[in-house]
């Protein structure tokens, strides 16, 4: 599909080569400061804790960034995954519907869906697992609810001898003796909770953490050279060291792809393969889920939602047991959401988190204020459990969390704490018997 290609290679690019637009004061005195990537902004408070402060600096100068010939389009992913980071329902929707009008997708085809079969995408996945040593997960950016499954598999994949956990977000500090806890150093998507404690339970169930992207940049023309040192990071942090490693590797979009694209370029999964005679079982998230419209939606999503097979995150097989999937082995097709407490349902239904509303006199307040929700020891300069923004004349989402015992902090938009308290969450499940 045109969407999925074009996903593939978008803003990410951008935040690997950290783009600056050039202003000479001495040309032009009246001249504004020059812009820095938008994810760049604020980084210092950032790497200390303090997540909305990049995120009210986008702001301020947003009309700054629109105008930019360099980072008017980009500007408003990189604003809107800070709002997914931040707990914003529905940002990572606004931005597929972005990437989608952009692309100008067109429909696919709709298969006769008599004799298919839905199957939890957990179970598919942990059942293809047995048969390879490699599973590549292709997840979409903007939206979290496409690694809302990393604990299950992790999991999963565990009991099934898998001891390395791969990913196209790890920066190199995840591999430093010591590391426990994802924090603002660890890689971009990280910066996403969900991701995060995926991540913490992967270093607690003693998986070795893998960063494997580059900033290295290839011959003029060569797009295929980022895949390619990606499939040889892999290969020599993992394979060449264990020849019998089992590996899961979180990769971007159709970089999890086994198909070379029409114009040349060899997406990683493809060139792993290759370099290591494996056939890995690769799995495409992005694209069957919701849109913010029905046009935007992929008619095969549409058609297999129609049969009311969407309870769970699902893969669909066809009457010979083969996964409905393109370019990857399998697609994952995702459940509709909708808001519970303030917050997207998968977070209750998929990650059995628990809404914890904050009470009245703690959720007034002045301004824009972030609260976040922290394992009780767990320092300010790591990514919280979950988070939310409190916005005046906003209601007041629920924050999602498990059971155990949590540090909560309100920040304000000045960067002062003008709260912390703990609390403890029951077991539901546990109260009720």
């Known amino acids: 599909m045109v969407l999925a290609g074009v996903l593939s290679r978008s803003v990410m690019s951008g935040i690997v080569l950290c783009l600056l637009v050039p202003r000479s004061p001495a040309q032009n005195p009246d001249a504004q400061p020059a812009l820095i990537f938008p994810g760049l902004l604020e980084r210092e408070a950032r790497d200390a804790g303090n997540p909305l402060a990049p995120y009210l600096a986008m702001v301020r100068l947003e009309e700054q960034y629109l105008a930019s010939p360099i980072f008017a389009k980009i500007y408003p992913e990189v604003r809107l995954n800070y709002e997914q980071f931040l707990g914003v329902p529905n940002a990572g929707l606004r931005a597929m519907d972005i990437l989608a009008r952009r692309a100008n997708t067109v429909g696919a085809t709709v ?75 660890s890689g971009y998507y990280t910066m996403d909770p969900v991701f995060a404690e995926a991540v913490r339970v992967a270093v607690e169930l003693g998986y070795e953490l ?91 999503f549409r058609a297999v939602d129609a049969r009311g097979w969407l309870r769970e995150p699902t893969i669909v097989f066809d009457a010979e ?61 790591t990514v919280p459990l979950d988070q939310v923004l409190l916005r005046p004349g906003s209601s007041v989402p629920a924050l999602m969390l498990r059971p155990g015992r949590f540090r909560l902090r309100v920040l304000g938009a000045d960067g002062v704490v003008g709260e912390s308290w703990t609390i403890e969450v029951a077991d539901e499940a546990a109260d009720g018997k």
Not at 114 to 143: C, F, M, N, Q
């Open 111 to 185: 298969p006769d869906l008599d004799g298919y079969e839905p199957k939890s995408a957990v179970d598919a996945v942990l059942a293809a697992a047995e048969g390879t040593r490699v599973v590549i997960w292709g997840e979409e950016h903007h939206l979290p609810q496409t690694r809302s499954l990393y604990i299950a598999l992790i999991r999963g994949l565990h009991e099934r001898g898998y001891r390395y956990l791969a990913a196209e977000s790890f920066s190199p500090a995840v591999a430093r003796e010591g590391f426990e806890t994802p924090d603002y150093h």
């Open 321 to 381: 047991g083969s996964p409905l999937g393109s370019d990857c082995d399998a697609y994952v097709f995702w459940p509709r959401q909708k808001l519970q407490a303030g917050r997207p349902d998968w977070m209750v239904t998929t990650l059995g988190r628990i809404p914890v509303s904050l009470d009245d006199a703690r959720a007034k307040g002045e301004g824009v204020r972030l609260v976040q929700a922290f394992f009780e020891g767990d320092p300010d300069d």
């Open 210 to 300: 893998v960063p494997y992207d580059t900033s290295e940049r290839g011959p003029p023309g060569k797009s295929g050279f980022r895949d390619r040192r990606q499939a040889e990071n892999i290969q020599t942090r993992t394979f060449a060291k264990d020849p019998e490693a089992r590996v899961l590797i979180l990769a971007g979009r159709l970089h999890a792809s086994e198909r070379p694209a029409p114009d040349g370029w060899t997406p990683m999964a493809t060139v792993l393969s290759r370099l290591t005679g494996i056939d890995p079982f690769t799995i495409y998230a992005p694209t069957m889920s919701e849109r913010l419209t029905s046009e935007l939606e992929d008619p095969i």
